[in-house]
């Protein structure tokens, strides 16, 4: 990753619905480099989709994204993140139940993690009015998901959506 690109690693119920939606807003040169789907801060090397998928390794369902901040912020990123699913349910995303479905913002660095709490806060007040379920946290070891998961909705325009998984009408957050 050269300097004019930066990570951002999130995680927010089904990863691909997830990737589908950042893919579709951030694509096509407004931001968005690459994204690969995959799992993040879990306690297992290598973990499967099965094991990931049992709850057994501790790993969230996760989109590791590259992106040009130079095009779009990490703050409208995770403004974006907060519109696409339900940041007030814990450890679950419409019908999807465990760990693994989690809400997370793995951030990289402590610039991410400070921009990441003020986003949670005003995110908390001013859209849900309620705390969110959403952690904070330092990123840990990514591993990609197997590769029949990467742009899955792309490959099975009729594949499994999340039905939390939609962009909600909030107002501006303020500065």
């Not at 893919?23 to 690969?36: P, V």
């Not at 709490?117 to 007040?125: A, C, F, L, R, Y």
């Amino acid at each position: 990753m050269s300097d004019a690109t930066q990570r951002a690693t999130l995680a927010a119920g089904c990863f691909w619905g997830v990737e589908h939606l950042f893919r579709k807003n951030f694509g096509n040169g407004k931001g968005l480099l690459d994204a690969k789907v995959g799992y993040c801060g879990g306690n297992t090397a290598s973990p499967s989709y099965r094991a990931v998928c049992n709850g057994d390794t501790g790993h969230a369902e996760a989109l590791d994204i590259t992106f040009d901040p130079s095009i779009v912020t990490y703050r409208s990123l995770l403004e974006f993140f907060y519109r696409m699913h339900d940041a007030t349910t814990m450890n679950r995303q419409g019908p999807d139940v465990g760990t693994q479905y989690r809400s997370v913002i793995f951030t990289h660095g402590d610039e991410q993690e400070k921009i990441a709490n003020d986003v949670t806060e005003k995110v908390s007040q001013e859209w849900y009015k309620q705390p969110v379920s959403t952690q904070v946290v330092p990123a840990a070891q990514w591993w990609d998901a197997e590769e029949y998961h990467q742009l899955y909705l792309n490959k099975n325009p009729a594949g499994y959506e999340c039905p939390a998984h939609f962009v909600r009408n909030f107002p501006p957050l303020s500065a």
